[in-house]
C-alpha cells in the first residue's frame, strides 16, 4: 500500500463537494438570470444571452445589461470575499477573522463617508443612484488602501498576529467613530446616500466596471493560488514557517496586500458585503474535509459564488417588487449557517489548536 | 581534521559547527552563551541541557539560522549559515519546536507533507517526497494514523508526527526543543530511542534540548550543558564523572549521584 493510494475516501468526498458546489453555481447563475421582479419566460432570456435581435429590446437590455453582470458581480464577489475569509482566518490563526478584519470594511468607509457627507462636497455628487457613481468607488478604494497600508506598515513591525489583530479592532473603532460625526452633522439627503452604500448592493457593477474588476480579481486569485503551499506554512506558526524556509514576511506581505485588493475592490463597487468570507471558509473546510490552501482555495472560491447568487436571489424574491438590501439578506443567511455548521462541529477550535 | 574531511571525496555532510558564538538578545550575551563552541557530526546524537532560563531555546534558535549570533561563526555544512538561502538552508537543517502548530484539522498526512516545502519547485514537483513521508512514517510508527486529524492523537502520537515532520525535510541536521514535553515516562523512552535511532541508523546529527537529564545520559552520545561559566561537551559519559551537573543542578531538595546517573532526593 502506498501513500497515494491511501485517501481514496478522502478523496471521494473532495470530488463530491467540488461537483457538489459546482452544480449549485450553474444552477443558481441560471436561476439568477431566469428569476427576477420582472417576469420574463426563459426562451427569451436564452435567445438574449445568444444574441437574438427578435424579442423586445426591454427584456434584451433588462436580461443583458441589468441581470447577467449583476449574477457575474455576484460571482466575482462572493468568490473574492469567501477566499479572503480564508486567508485572513489562517493568517490570524482566528476562526472568526473575515476580510474586513484588517479593517478594510472601516477605511472603505471612511472614504465614502467623507464623500458623501463632507461638508461641500455634497454638490460634487450628482447621485449615488444614477450611474456608476465613480467618485464612491475611488474614496472607497482610498480608503481601503489607507487602512491597508498602516495594517502592512504595522505587520512588518508586529509579528504576533493576535496583536496585529487588536490593531485591526482599534483602527475599525477608530475610523467607525470619524464616520459616525460625519453622520451626524450630514443633511438628510447626503445621509441617505451614504446608508444605501452602507446597505451593498450588486446593481452599480456594469460591464464598463467589470472589465476592471475582473481582471483585478482574476491576478490576485491566481497570485493567491500559487502561494496556496505557503499560506499552509504559514498556518503553522512564523518559527516553523521559517526553519522550513518560507520567506515570512513577504508572506504575510502577500497575504495582506492580495486582502486589500480582492476584498477593497469588491467593497469599492458592492460596499462592505458581511459574513461571505466568515462563513464560507468554514462551510467549505466541513464539506471537503481538507485543510490545506491548494484545495481550499479555489474552493472557497465556489461557495462564495454560490452563497453570494443564493442571497442574490432571496434579495429580490419574485412575487416582491423591491429588491432587499444584500448586505442584510447575506447576515440574515449567513449568521444562521455559521452557528449551524458550529453547532455541527462543536469544537471549531480544534481548526486551530492540537489539543480536542 | 575539519580540511581532511572537506578536501575528501566522501560527500559525507558536515553537519553544524559553531565557533565562538555569541548568543543572546539585543547585544546582551546570556551567560554562559557567550563563547560557545559545538560541532554536531553526523551519526551522533547531542542533548542538550540546563537548568530552565538557562538559555537552551535561545541557543537552539541562534545554531538553527533563526537568530542572528551576537559574535562568531557558524558554520552549516562547511558554509556560513548565512551565506545558505532560506530554502536551501532548510534542505540541510530542519527543526521541531516546543510549540504545538495551531493546526489540530490537519490530517497527519498533510501535516508531514508540509516538510516537504523546502524541497518543492515552483509547480510543487517533488519526485522524492512521497518515499520521504513513507520512510519517516514507518521510522516513527505513522503509518496507522495518516488520515487522522492532529487533535485526535494522543500527546505522544502528536510528538511522533512533529518529529516525523522534520524527518521528511531529509535533512542532515536535526534540532530539537524539548521534544519530550507533555509526555508520560514510556512515551519518552519511545521518543529518546527513534531519536538515537535517527542519528545511528540514520546518519544524521542530532542536537535534543531536554529537561530528561538522566534520559540524556543513557542515550545521547554526547552532552552539552549550559553552565555559567560556559557552554561544556563531552561525551556522556565523561559529562556524568565530571561533576558538573553537580554544579549546574544544585538543590537542597535532590543532588545528582554519579554513580547511576540518577537524581535522588536528598
Known amino acids: 500500500m502506498t501513500i497515494r493510494q491511501l485517501p481514496e475516501t478522502a478523496q471521494q468526498r473532495l470530488w463530491l463537494a467540488t461537483t457538489l458546489l459546482f452544480v449549485a453555481l450553474l444552477g443558481l447563475f441560471a436561476a439568477d438570470l431566469l428569476l427576477g421582479t420582472v417576469q420574463i419566460p426563459a426562451r427569451v432570456v436564452w435567445a438574449a444571452l445568444l444574441g437574438g435581435q427578435e424579442m423586445e429590446a426591454k427584456y434584451r437590455i433588462l436580461v443583458l445589461e441589468s441581470r447577467l453582470p449583476r449574477a457575474i458581480t455576484a460571482v466575482l464577489g462572493g468568490s473574492a470575499l469567501a477566499a479572503c475569509g480564508l486567508l485572513m482566518q489562517t493568517f490570524f490563526r482566528n476562526p472568526v477573522a473575515g476580510p474586513y478584519i484588517l479593517g478594510i470594511s472601516s477605511g472603505a468607509s471612511l472614504g465614502v463617508a467623507l464623500l458623501l457627507l463632507g461638508q461641500g462636497s455634497v454638490g460634487l455628487l450628482a447621485s449615488w443612484d444614477s450611474g456608476s457613481a465613480p467618485g464612491v468607488v475611488v474614496a472607497s478604494s482610498a480608503g481601503a488602501a489607507l487602512t491597508m497600508g498602516i495594517m502592512l506598515l504595522l505587520a512588518t513591525r508586529v509579528r504576533d498576529p493576535a496583536t496585529l489583530l487588536v490593531f485591526g479592532l482599534m483602527m475599525g473603532s477608530f475610523t467607525g467613530a470619524l464616520v459616525s460625526l460625519l453622520q451626524y452633522q450630514a443633511d438628510a439627503a447626503s445621509l441617505r446616500d451614504f446608508v444605501y452604500w452602507t446597505f451593498g448592493s450588486l446593481d452599480h457593477t456594469h460591464w464598463a466596471e467589470l472589465g476592471l474588476l475582473a481582471p483585478i480579481l482574476g491576478v490576485c486569485f491566481g497570485v493567491g493560488w500559487l502561494f496556496s503551499g505557503r499560506f499552509d506554512l504559514l498556518a503553522l506558526g512564523d518559527d516553523y514557517a521559517r526553519s522550513m524556509g518560507l520567506a515570512v514576511n513577504l508572506t504575510r506581505a502577500i497575504a495582506i496586500l492580495l486582502t486589500a485588493l480582492m476584498a477593497g475592490a469588491v467593497t469599492a463597487y458592492c460596499g462592505p458585503i458581511s459574513f461571505i468570507g466568515v462563513a464560507v471558509p468554514h462551510a467549505v473546510r466541513a464539506l471537503s474535509g481538507r485543510t490545506s490552501h491548494l484545495v481550499l482555495w479555489p474552493l472557497c472560491a465556489l461557495g462564495g459564488a454560490v452563497l453570494l447568487l443564493g442571497c442574490d436571489l432571496i434579495s429580490r424574491m419574485p412575487g416582491m417588487d423591491t429588491t432587499l438590501p444584500i448586505n442584510a439578506v447575506t447576515a440574515l443567511v449567513g449568521a444562521p449557517a455559521v452557528a449551524a455548521i458550529v453547532w455541527r462541529m462543536r469544537r471549531i477550535s480544534t481548526f486551530f489548536q492540537s489539543g480536542a | ?266
Open chain 2, 1 to 266: 581534521m575539519k580540511h581532511t574531511i572537506e578536501n575528501g571525496t566522501s560527500k559525507a555532510p558536515l553537519g553544524l559547527q559553531a565557533k565562538a558564538l555569541g548568543v543572546g538578545y539585543s547585544g546582551k550575551v546570556l551567560p554562559g552563551l557567550g563563547v560557545v563552541n559545538l560541532s554536531l557530526a553526523s551519526g551522533q546524537l547531542t542533548a542538550l541541557v540546563g537548568p530552565n532560563g538557562s538559555g537552551k531555546s535561545t541557543l537552539l534558535r541562534t545554531l538553527s539560522g533563526l537568530m542572528k549570533p551576537l559574535h562568531g561563526s557558524l558554520l552549516l555544512d562547511g558554509q556560513p549559515v548565512q551565506r545558505w538561502g532560506p530554502r536551501v538552508r532548510a534542505r540541510k537543517l530542519a527543526v521541531v519546536w516546543t510549540a504545538i502548530p495551531p493546526v489540530g484539522e490537519m490530517r497527519v498526512l498533510d501535516l508531514l507533507r508540509l516538510g516537504r516545502f523546502p524541497h518543492r519547485g515552483w509547480a510543487g514537483d517533488d519526485p522524492k517526497g512521497d518515499v520521504q513521508v513513507e520512510r519517516a512514517a514507518d521510522d516513527l510508527g505513522l503509518r496507522a494514523l495518516l488520515m487522522r486529524p492532529i487533535y485526535r492523537l494522543s500527546d505522544g502520537e502528536r510528538q511522533r508526527v512533529l518529529i516525523g515532520r522534520a524527518l521528511v525535510q531529509d535533512t542532515p541536521v536535526l534540532l530539537l526543543d524539548e521534544p519530550t514535553h507533555y509526555l508520560d515516562v514510556v512515551q519518552r523512552a519511545e521518543v529518546f530511542q527513534l531519536l538515537a535511532h535517527q542519528a545511528s541508523g540514520r546518519n544524521r546529527s542530532l542536537l535534543v534540548a531536554t529537561h530528561e537529564v538522566e534520559w540524556a545520559l543513557q542515550v545521547a552520545d554526547y552532552l552539552a550543558v549550559i553552565a555559567p561559566e560556559g557552554l561544556v561537551v563531552g561525551p556522556a559519559e565523561q559529562i556524568r564523572h565530571s561533576g558538573i551537573l553537580e554544579r549546574v543542578y544544585r538543590s537542597d531538595k535532590l543532588h545528582f549521584d554519579a554513580e547511576t546517573g540518577r537524581f535522588l532526593a536528598r
